[in-house]
């Protein structure tokens, strides 16, 4: 079975969450931390991969702890893909 991959950019206030069914964007949307807390706990098993940061790894333990799959990136792995200007739909994308 082939899983839904999910990139996700943290920042302070607004997490950008960009959604992959194989190569195709489904959906990349900004959203509060709260409204991403209730995502996780609502969505089905996805692959989560979360560039690595301050507060990544308070998502991440929150992401397993729901059931999905989820990766820490180094941002400087995610540095290396960003094909365009530093934003954070761009960096959702990209992880």
């Not at 969450?17 to 964007?25: A, E, F, I």
């Not at 400087?76 to 960096?91: C, E, H, S």
Request: with cysteine.
């Amino acid at each position: 079975m082939y899983r839904t991959k999910v990139g996700v950019d943290l920042a302070k206030h607004i997490i950008q969450v960009c959604t992959l069914n194989g190569k195709k964007v489904v959906s990349n949307v900004e959203m509060s931390t709260d409204e991403f807390l209730c995502w996780l706990v609502k969505s089905k098993p996805v692959t989560i991969a979360f560039e690595a940061c301050a507060t990544s790894n308070y998502w991440y333990q929150q992401a397993i702890k729901v059931g999905h799959d989820a990766r820490l990136v180094s941002a400087k792995l995610v540095k290396a893909v960003r094909q365009n200007q530093k934003t954070d739909k761009n960096d959702a994308f990209r992880n």
